[in-house]
């Protein structure tokens, strides 16, 4: 059973009472909320998620609630609650559908030690994964909204879950999270793009989701090979240019975006090591060409 | 049975190794209970040294294997932290006593099995404590708690200096001079402590004697306001109190140790929940001796109801939510005297802070 098979007010009895558990790749969640744009959110954003089966195990129990007290009915706010505790500051009640997605990163980077977890999008196109290690600001989630565009299999926008023993990457396909200026672009370059309501003033600025393609969803199960890594710089105005990097730099970039290496010891040395030895790495400079830079990533998937 | 008793019952016989969960929903339960207590570290090593481990499905053991993993980490990055905290007092010449986490990681005590850290915590004579301080903060650990009252509250009023942080390890470092804040009218005397302490080998540090080990693990349960590691401490206890009481002298000497340094009712409580709730061994002697420290009965039976509830994950029931309330509120009684807690509490909740960029 997915999502879009539940009847709005059988979604809303869930998220209301018992919990929406759903599938997210490796790990599932267990979700609560009140709010109706968190509802509203899960109807667009996870119409083609797997909902588990009710004797099925879930990693994590989440909630998005009003806090108790005042801040229910003066300024409403939003609050996340793991495993019953909170983690972050509340935000404003209209940002409750992005606190969700933020709290369900923070759930695979902070407690999911099993894995290699980085901060990076991921991709796929015939059988070969792209990673795409960067800091906030390099355009990472912009370069992935458009090659998705372009066909490539959405793995991930923001977490690269990778095993110890071999250089291979689990999908965790959920929405593109876009921010100010790159809505508009992918709007553009996108126009079948599903994108969600828009939320101004975050932390982030305005943000809006992208709906993950039903065929990227339909795959969460299907783990992939790491062939590529590049790593991404957004530079205003500069010419597309795509060059080979050291491995010893990628190396270097992919343990500056983990979350958990220094929990793997060497056991984490070696499984980015035969990363970087079987992958691909290069560097990518772009200057907003969305159509020029998906090209180049064509070019490197199939030369 | 109650919910939350339910959840704690769940959680403690698979702890002791005797796991009644068969199917996912049950490990969910489980997996998600231990997370909470801060004790899935301690229930993956408990699985893997009873040889379990294998009977876990897949997505159950994933936590295991994960927090395994997380506990490895921190109990290497614990002894590389101790080593260049004994770097950076060498210069000062002056007893260093590690604390809890750190003391049963060197010392080699049972309670470290599967421990996860958050934080280090030595003990030095307050007289040096001025040295220790400087000492650390050419070491590169700086003070924390900014707001000048955070300062007063901790330097005045507490057992500890406000923690420090290692700037760039990242590391938290407690500083306590005493093991009961100055304010909560327990008339201990630090110096005793330093006395029986015993040194523990290859390394500068010592450790509390077993006494006053248990006594400290009993007392951290019971004086603390947060009780989110409620069932975390008290299986501190528990393993310290089976480990210690093989040795026949260590349990006649126990309630009189308490008495001595004016912890009985911390140790009565302690030892109380930890047979009721753990199953503890107390040999029948000691609960005759530290009999005397009993409360009323009343408040002994509202206590024994408050703390089982209070020691449940979480999420289990709203009565856990209310218990943590109480005992919250009982943390600061027994911390301090109340026209300070009055002062505290309002200016705690009066004062606006600038949020943290």
């Known amino acids: 059973m997915i999502v879009a098979d539940l009847s709005p007010s059988e979604l809303r009895h869930r998220l209301r009472h018992e919990g929406l558990r759903l599938c997210l790749g490796p790990v599932a969640a267990e979700i609560r909320s009140p709010f109706p744009v968190v509802e509203a959110g899960i109807a667009l954003h996870y119409a083609r998620h797997r909902i588990v089966a009710d004797d099925a195990f879930a990693d994590f129990h989440v909630s998005v609630e009003p806090p108790f007290g005042i801040r229910r009915y003066v300024g409403p706010q939003a609050l996340f609650r793991f495993d019953g505790s909170t983690t972050f500051h509340p935000l404003p009640a209209a940002q409750a559908f992005p606190l969700l997605e933020w709290g ?52 991930s926008d923001e977490l690269a879950i990778l095993d110890l023993d071999a250089p291979r990457v689990h999908p965790m396909p959920r929405p593109i999270s876009l921010k100010n200026a790159s809505i508009d672009v992918i709007r553009t370059f996108w126009p079948n793009a599903a994108i969600g309501a828009l939320v101004p003033e975050t932390l982030k600025g305005t943000v809006a989701h992208v709906r993950p393609p039903a065929e990227s969803v339909a795959r969460a199960g299907d783990a992939a090979s790491v062939c590529f890594v590049v790593l991404p710089e957004f530079v205003h105005g500069a010419s597309t240019a795509m060059q080979p990097v050291g491995r010893g730099e990628a190396f270097m970039r992919l343990v500056d975006s983990s979350f958990n290496y220094a929990v793997h010891g060497r056991a984490g040395f070696d499984a980015l090591g035969a990363l970087v030895a079987h992958a691909r790495c290069r560097t990518f400079r772009y200057g907003g060409a969305l159509d020029e830079a998906t090209r180049a990533f064509d070019a490197l998937a199939t030369s | 049975m109650n919910a939350h008793a339910a959840r704690t019952r769940l959680l403690v016989a698979a702890l002791a190794g005797e796991p009644y969960v068969r199917d996912d929903r049950g490990y969910e339960l489980l997996v998600r209970s231990a997370r909470e207590a801060d004790l899935l570290g301690r229930l993956a090593w408990r699985y893997a040294s009873t040889g379990r481990i294998d009977e876990v499905p897949d997505a159950a053991r994933a936590h295991l294997v994960g927090a395994t993993n ?72 700086a003070t924390t708690h900014l707001h000048p009252y955070d300062q007063r509250y901790y330097r005045r009023w507490m057992h500890e200096l406000p923690p420090m942080l290692h700037l760039k390890r990242q590391t938290l470092l407690d500083v306590h001079h005493t093991i009961v804040p100055e304010t909560s009218g327990v008339a201990l005397d630090a110096r005793e402590l330093f006395r ?21 693990s009993a007392t951290h349960l019971m004086h603390n306001e947060e009780f989110g590691h409620g069932l975390r401490d008290l299986v501190d206890v528990d393993a310290l109190l089976r480990h210690f009481g093989a040795d026949p002298r260590f349990w006649p000497r126990l309630a009189a140790r308490a008495g001595d340094l004016d912890l009985g009712r911390p140790l009565y409580y302690a030892l109380r929940t930890a047979s009721r709730v753990l199953g503890t061994p107390v040999p029948e002697e000691t609960q005759r001796a530290i009999g005397r420290y009993a409360p009323p009965l009343p408040v002994r039976a509202l206590m024994d109801r408050v703390l089982e509830r209070a020691l449940a994950p979480a999420s289990a029931s709203a009565a856990t939510r209310w218990a943590r309330r109480a005992l919250y509120l009982r943390g600061h009684w027994l911390k301090m005297p109340v026209p300070l807690l009055a002062w505290h509490l309002a200016f705690k909740a009066l004062r606006r802070d600038v949020e943290p960029a």
């Open chain 1, 104 to 155: 369900l990163n923070w759930c695979v980077s902070a407690q999911c030690d099993h894995f290699l977890v980085l901060h990076a999008a991921v991709l796929e196109r015939a059988g070969q994964a792209l990673l795409l290690p960067a800091p906030p600001g390099s355009g990472k989630s912009t370069l992935c909204a458009a090659l998705v565009a372009r066909g490539w299999r959405l793995l």
């Open chain 2, 70 to 141: 997380r506990g490895r980490a921190q109990h290497a990055a614990v002894r590389r932290e101790t080593q260049a905290i004994a770097d950076a007092l060498r210069s000062v010449h002056t007893p260093v006593v590690l604390l809890k986490g750190a003391a049963y990681l060197l010392a080699g005590l049972p309670p470290a099995h599967g421990r996860l850290f958050s934080d280090i915590d030595i003990l030095v004579a307050k007289e040096r404590l001025g040295d220790v301080e400087a000492a650390l903060m050419l070491a590169g650990f």
């Open chain 2, 196 to 216: 029986a302490a015993v040194p523990i080998a290859g390394t500068p540090f010592l450790v509390l004697s077993p006494l006053d080990m248990v006594l400290h």
